[in-house]
Nanobody, 127 residues
Framework: QVQLGESGGGLVQTGGSLGLSCAAS????????MGWFRQAPGKEREFVAA????????YYADSVKGRFTLSRGNAKNTVYLQMNSLKPEDTAIYYC????????????????????WGQGTQVTVSS
């Protein structure tokens, strides 16, 4: 089993910035896919960003490109999502997700491809 611990989030005004961290522990593998999804009230869970450990490629949803940056943290099995120029439509519960293998690029935005999930952290952007 793998456990994901999230931190960060909170309340910010439009145009502000926030950062989210996620650390994986337990039976982690060297090859993995790890990233973030979000879910707003009444909406489906949607992809935000992810990194594949093999090659270090990072993928973003079109809605966050140029505003959000996903990076690997200094600690092993940690990722950090820096969110800039936040908009009210970014308001959601953000979930860290991970799979202990490489997800194929064509499916990387699918929640079903991820085996482990964090408890979620609220991000609220006021207008």
């Amino acid at each position: 089993q793998v456990q994901l611990g999230e931190s960060g989030g909170g309340l910010v005004q439009t145009g502000g910035s926030l950062g989210l961290s996620c650390a994986a522990s337990g039976r982690t593998q060297n090859t993995y896919t790890m990233g973030w999804f979000r879910q707003a009230p009444g909406k489906e869970r949607e992809f935000v960003a992810a990194i594949r450990s093999r090659g270090g490629h990072i993928y973003y949803a079109d809605s966050v490109k140029g505003r959000f940056t996903l990076s690997r943290g200094n600690a092993k099995n940690t990722v950090y999502l820096q969110m800039n120029s936040l908009k009210p439509e970014d308001t959601a519960i953000y979930y860290c997700a991970r799979r202990e293998s490489s997800v194929i690029v064509s499916a990387i935005q699918s929640p079903q491809m991820y085996h482990y999930w964090g408890q979620g952290t609220q991000v609220t952007v006021s207008s």
